[in-house]
């Protein structure tokens, strides 16, 4: 049987065939001779069109065909290939393996075996749209979420046996509590997400029956570091999920795993505006369910005030502004989540009111953006013309965003500029051309920026060049490194900008500042974007 695929002109644009036959057959060499013969018999059978799809909008898919080569195999001859799989499912057939590791290394080559194969699965299903967006996104989250479980449940009973089992100080066993943040907290996972992770343990003690008896908090964030190696490092076997553990308590600087009482105490004493945002979409994931129930209840008040609070508007349209001076200094434009009329617009618009009112309407206390909009309708809180533009561009921006990670599995939100993959990410969104997909895109972004400006950009007397040259600043200083701080002093005409730039960042990253209370550290990021702009001001005025 020949080993060439023999892609016809009108079966895939000429773009994304040129070279296609040469990579499958260098992928068939690689194979052993059982494999090969499956795959050259698969691409001739009815499946063909849906595997020339996968494998040209999405060169990776091959890439990790090959180096899984059974997966695929298996995942057709299971009847999977094709399916839906439920959390249930995929915590049955993940609990099964994981019960046959034997160590830590053994774990992490079967977490990412797992992550690798259903990766494949979802890929398949979403590019040849065998499920829709909210299906795909509902399975990624399914499917992290479970990797944490299992993955959690595998290291607690592996350090118990080294430290012993951790107690309160009444006898109760204690568990590490896992919070979802964001994509994966909301369920709304995307292909190539990191996850966004916070730690927390119930109550202070002491492990007990071990060879040595050690904190509860030592025993957790050891618990932690070892959760996050197991999902995060890259091996042979690639990685399962990248972890990101900057927005708990403290962020980098503050320990890796605190107590529900010290977590309680942080958001009520120290907690800011951007943290009630983020904690829109927390949602527990591992742990003792009756535990985290209460977690999530001792936070609900700092997330959602009682009264209406119209501070929320301006609270994210100063997160907003400082997002679109990134999206400029970085040349984001072409970014279909953070540039104009993105998917971070949306987000934004639902989430204003849930901060607004969210406290006096529980309905808009969940937290998938879908649901949130159609609650917003339902309350007459959005006319339902705005409802269904916001929900079909939510749904076209995902669609896309999906199809760009699937090219090479990276965590990018940014419009290719290569005519290949252009070409795929036009083919997966079903358009005949790159120009129809953008004039499509443009639309649907031009629909949303339009909803956003109406709904919470400011009034246009707020708008000040003063306001705007604040706001610079303002963005540098929220996520600071001494590059881009250094060469904005520069380009603002500081003297010896990399020294302000280093002191700048030893007082912010300062234990001190780090450790401040809720609002002192707001007078603080308040003042220093003024005093910067009024000693550029004052440097202006010398040189003159």
Not at 154 to 171: I, K, T, V, Y
Request: charged share 25%.
């Amino acid at each position: 049987m020949s080993t060439a695929l023999n892609v016809q002109t009108d079966e895939l644009p000429a773009l994304l065939a040129e070279g296609l036959d040469a990579r499958w057959q260098s992928f068939l060499q690689r194979c052993s001779e059982p494999q090969a013969q499956w795959y050259q018999e698969f691409a001739q059978s009815e499946a063909r069109p849906k595997l020339l799809l996968a494998i040209a909008a999405s060169p990776i898919f091959l890439d990790y065909c090959q180096r899984f080569p059974q997966a695929l195999i298996d995942l057709q001859q299971q009847g999977l290939l094709d399916a839906p799989l439920s959390a249930g499912e995929l915590t049955e057939q993940l609990a099964a393996e994981c019960d046959a590791c034997s160590n830590a290394d053994e774990l992490a080559k079967t977490l990412r075996q797992f992550r690798y194969r259903h990766w494949l699965r979802l890929v398949w299903r979403d590019l040849n749209r065998l499920c829709d967006m909210v299906a795909t996104t509902a399975e990624l989250s399914a499917l992290a979420d479970v990797c944490v479980q299992q993955a959690l449940a595998f290291l607690h009973r592996e350090l118990c046996r080294e430290w012993g089992e951790p107690q309160s100080a009444d006898g109760r066993p204690q568990q590490l509590s896992v919070i979802a943040m964001g994509k994966l907290g909301a369920g709304e996972l995307n292909l190539s997400s990191d996850i966004d992770l916070i730690f927390s343990y119930p109550e202070a003690g002491s492990t007990v029956g071990g060879p040595r008896s050690v904190d509860n908090q030592e025993f957790f964030i050891r618990l932690g570091q070892r959760l996050i190696k197991a999902l995060d490092a890259r091996t042979a076997d690639g990685f399962v999920f990248r972890v990101d553990m900057r927005l708990r308590p403290y962020g980098q600087s503050g320990p890796l795993v605190v107590s529900f009482d010290a977590m309680e105490e942080y958001y009520q004493d120290q907690g800011r505006d951007w943290e009630r945002y983020a904690l829109i979409k927390a949602r527990c994931i591992a742990g003792d369910e009756a535990a985290n129930q209460r977690l999530m209840a001792s936070l609900r008040p700092f997330t959602y005030r009682r009264y209406l609070d119209f501070s929320a508007i301006e609270s994210l349209r100063d997160m907003k502004a400082m997002i679109q001076r990134e999206v400029a200094r970085r040349s984001l434009h072409n970014n279909i989540k953070l540039g104009a009329g993105g998917i971070r617009e949306i987000e934004f618009i639902a989430q204003c009111f849930q901060l607004i009112r969210g406290g006096q309407e529980i309905s808009l206390q969940q937290r998938p953006l879908r649901i949130i909009l159609d609650e917003l309708r339902d309350m007459e809180l959005l006319p339902a013309p705005v409802v269904d533009e916001l929900q079909a561009a939510n749904v076209f921006l995902r669609n896309a965003e999906h199809a760009i990670q699937a090219w090479r599995d990276e965590q990018t939100q940014q419009l290719p500029d290569a005519p290949a993959p252009q070409a795929a990410l036009a083919l997966s969104m079903g358009f005949d051309s790159w120009e129809a997909f953008t004039a499509a895109l443009a639309e649907h972004r031009q629909r949303v920026d339009e909803h956003f400006a109406n709904i919470i950009a400011a009034p246009e007397e707020e708008s000040s060049t003063d306001r705007a040259a604040i706001q610079r600043w303002e963005v540098l200083l929220n996520d600071p490194d001494a590059d881009s701080l250094t060469e904005e002093l520069q380009a603002a005409g500081y003297n010896d900008a990399a020294e302000v730039a280093r002191r700048l960042l030893a007082l912010l990253t300062g234990a001190g500042v780090q450790r401040m209370q809720g609002s002192a550290r707001e007078r603080l990021d308040d003042f220093l974007p003024l005093l910067l702009e009024q000693a550029q001001e004052a440097e202006d005025s010398g040189r003159a």
